[in-house]
């Protein structure tokens, strides 16, 4: 289960919801996604549902917390809201062992469309998690 925005609500409030009710969800952490609802101190500071998270998104954006409209637009990591060194600071103190998915607009209707621009997004993301 993924941390989706939401408009009625704290998305980390519905996390702790449903870890009371089932306790062996395993969870994805879109990390942009935390940002945008303005709750990544947060999650950041909560070590229960820590315990059950077992794969990050890596992606960032551009605009102010909880405006839809900025949400859909991707920059590379760390050029955006999304305070990556924060993030990676995090998951090396915990050692985190999961699994890592990078989000990115590099890619379009014929295939990789800035091989570049991938690598650089790749690199900044493999220098900062090992």
């Known amino acids: 289960m993924e941390n989706t925005p939401s408009v009625s609500g704290s998305v980390l409030g519905y996390l702790e919801c449903i870890l009371q009710n089932f306790p062996d969800q395993r969870f994805t952490i879109d990390v942009r996604h935390t940002t945008f609802q303005d709750e990544a101190d947060a999650l950041l500071a909560h070590p229960y549902i820590w315990g059950n998270v077992k794969h990050i998104h890596i992606s960032d ?6 405006d839809f409209a900025s949400l859909g637009h991707f920059c590379p990591p ?16 915990t050692r985190f062992t999961g699994s890592y998915t990078l989000e ?27």
């Open 104 to 130: 990115s607009n590099c890619a379009g209707a014929h295939g990789i469309e800035d091989p570049e621009a991938l690598k650089v997004w790749l690199d900044f993301i493999r220098a900062n998690i090992a």
């Open 61 to 66: 954006y551009v605009g102010p917390p909880h």
């Open 78 to 93: 760390g050029m955006g809201n999304v305070r990556f060194d924060r993030w990676f600071s995090f998951l090396k103190e």
